[in-house]
């Protein structure tokens, strides 16, 4: 059955969402012509040629707010690791990333208490200055709603403002599970899943 699915594919056809279930249902040898037929379909859409991006994060703090059920990342002020990047901190971090040809910088951080819009769009300026050439895949819904109710604007604003700083393309973390019942056991702290799916709107 999976034999012919993938023929059928690999011939053009669109599968379902059901045959794509069926996929994952693969054991053993399947899973072999599985990947075989992935990488005829990559071959013919982009020939041979491979990209990668040279990723960096730079995560200006773990201090946060929430307190988020399955979380290893989040500490409070006062805790023995708890850590904030000032300005020379990220400074050297943002040279040594230019220094290695990094082509995007990824930044997510914890809910800071004190963290207004004003110290995002900072950030992705002082990134645009020192690694203008960097792509920035930064915050997230969460982030951007906490910025403008920090900072008393809409996330409309937020969100125009880091672009002006900088921002290419937001992260889509934070969603963990789009199921308000579930968020609320594992995450009540953050925004709903209408809230989040209007931000990335």
């Known amino acids: 059955m999976i034999r012919a699915l993938l023929d059928e594919i690999l011939a053009g056809r669109r599968m379902t969402e059901a045959e794509a279930l ?11 012509a599985i990947a075989a037929a992935a990488d005829q379909v990559r071959e013919k859409r982009a020939g041979d040629a491979v990209t990668y991006v040279r990723n960096q994060n730079l995560n200006l703090t773990n201090i946060c707010i929430n307190s988020c059920g399955f979380c290893g990342f989040c500490r409070k002020i006062g805790d023995p690791d708890a850590y904030f990047y000032g300005p020379d901190e990220v400074l050297s971090r943002l040279r040594a990333a ?4 990094v082509t995007e910088i ?3 951080s914890g ?4 963290f207004t819009a004003g110290d995002y ?3 992705f300026r002082r990134i ?3 690694a203008p050439a960097v792509h920035i895949h930064a915050s997230n819904p969460q982030e951007v709603a906490y910025a403008a109710g920090q900072s008393g604007v809409s996330t409309r604003e937020v969100l125009g403002r880091m672009k002006e700083a900088g921002l290419g393309s937001l992260c889509g973390t934070a969603a ?9 056991e594992i995450c009540p702290g953050k925004i709903g899943t209408a809230e989040w799916v209007r931000i990335v709107r």
Request: include cysteine; proline fraction near 3%.
């Open 22 to 32: 069926t996929l994952f249902s693969a054991r053993g040898r399947e899973v072999w």
């Open 98 to 101: 230019r220094d290695r040809n």
């Open 106 to 108: 990824c930044t997510v």
């Open 111 to 114: 809910l800071h208490p004190d």
């Open 121 to 123: 769009i900072d950030l």
């Open 128 to 130: 645009r200055e020192e």
């Open 176 to 184: 963990e599970i789009l199921v308000d019942g579930v968020r609320k």
